[in-house]
Antibody, heavy 119, light 105 residues
Framework: QVQLQESGPGLVKPSETLSLTCTVS??????????WSWIRQHPGKGLEWVGY???????YYAPSLRGRVTISVDTSKNQFSLKVNSVTAADTAVYYC???????????WGQGTLVTVSS | DIQMTQSPSTLSASVGDRVTITCRAS??????LAWYQQKPGKAPNLLIY???TLESGVPSRFTGSGSGTEFTLTITSLQPDDFATYYC????????FGQGTRVEI
C-alpha cells in the first residue's frame, strides 16, 4: 500500500524559496501511470491544486502559480519535491503531496505539513 | 479557469438524516468530478470519482450523481463518523476544488 510523507522547513522568510519533499513508500515512484502532485490548503480555507509531475517528467502547474513553482522527481530516492520562489504571507498553507491517477483523482495523500511564511 | 461552487457552505444535520450536497461547475466538465471527505487536522480522503464511482472501501451510504455542470453527493443515513467537510473537485481542465461543505451536528 503506497504511502506518502511530506518533509521540509515549517518556517520560511518572505522573498525566499519554500522547499518541500514527499517520500513515497510501499511502491516505486516510476511504476504505473501516475502523476505526483502537490496541493495546498490555506489556514481555515479550501484546497488549491499546485501542480504535478508525471513519470515521464512532464510538469503542469496551476496558472496562478506558474512561474514561481517547480516540481521535480528524484527516482533514486523515491521522492518528489516542490519549490515555490519569492514567497509571501499568501503562501502560508498546509502543503499536501498526493498521487494522481486517471487524469486528476488524488489518492492517497500525505498527512500534510504546515509552512508559515514570516520574518 | 473552471470555478466550482458548493452549496450549502454549512449543513446542520442529525444522525440518520439523508444529506445532499450540491456542486456546480462554471462550464461543462462531463463526469470528471471527484468528492473528498476531510476531518480536522487530516488530509482529504477520496470518496467518489468520475461523478458516481464509489472508491473501494467507502460505505455504500455515499452516492454521487450528475454530469455536465451539476453534481450531488448524497449520504443516505448520516453516521457519527460522517461529520466532516466535503469537497468536490473537477479534473476536466487543470484541477479545481469547491470551497467545501461542512456537515455539523
Amino acid at each position: 500500500q503506497v504511502q506518502l510523507q511530506e518533509s521540509g522547513p515549517g518556517l520560511v522568510k518572505p522573498s525566499e524559496t519554500l522547499s518541500l519533499t514527499c517520500t513515497v513508500s510501499g511502491g516505486s515512484i516510476t511504476s504505473g501511470d501516475y502523476y505526483w502532485s502537490w496541493i495546498r490548503q490555506h489556514p481555515g480555507k479550501g484546497l488549491e491544486w499546485v501542480g504535478y509531475m508525471s513519470n515521464s517528467g512532464h510538469t503542469y502547474y496551476a496558472p496562478s502559480l506558474r512561474g514561481r513553482v517547480t516540481i521535480s522527481v528524484d527516482t533514486s530516492k523515491n521522492q518528489f519535491s516542490l519549490k515555490v520562489n519569492s514567497v509571501t504571507a499568501a503562501d502560508t498553507a498546509v502543503y499536501y503531496c498526493a498521487r494522481e491517477y486517471q487524469g486528476g483523482i488524488f489518492d492517497p495523500w500525505g498527512q500534510g505539513t504546515l509552512v508559515t511564511v514570516s520574518s | 479557469d473552471i470555478q466550482m461552487t458548493q452549496s450549502p457552505s454549512t449543513l446542520s444535520a442529525s444522525v440518520g438524516d439523508r444529506v445532499t450536497i450540491t456542486c456546480r461547475a462554471s462550464q461543462s466538465i462531463s463526469s470528471w468530478l471527484a468528492w473528498y471527505q476531510q476531518k480536522p487536522g487530516k488530509a482529504p480522503n477520496l470518496l467518489i470519482y468520475k461523478a458516481s464511482t464509489l472508491e473501494s472501501g467507502v460505505p455504500s451510504r455515499f452516492t454521487g450523481s450528475g454530469s455536465g455542470t451539476e453534481f450531488t453527493l448524497t449520504i443516505t443515513s448520516l453516521q457519527p463518523d460522517d461529520f466532516a467537510t466535503y469537497y468536490c473537485q473537477q479534473y476536466d481542465t487543470y484541477r479545481t476544488f469547491g470551497q467545501g461543505t461542512r456537515v455539523e451536528i
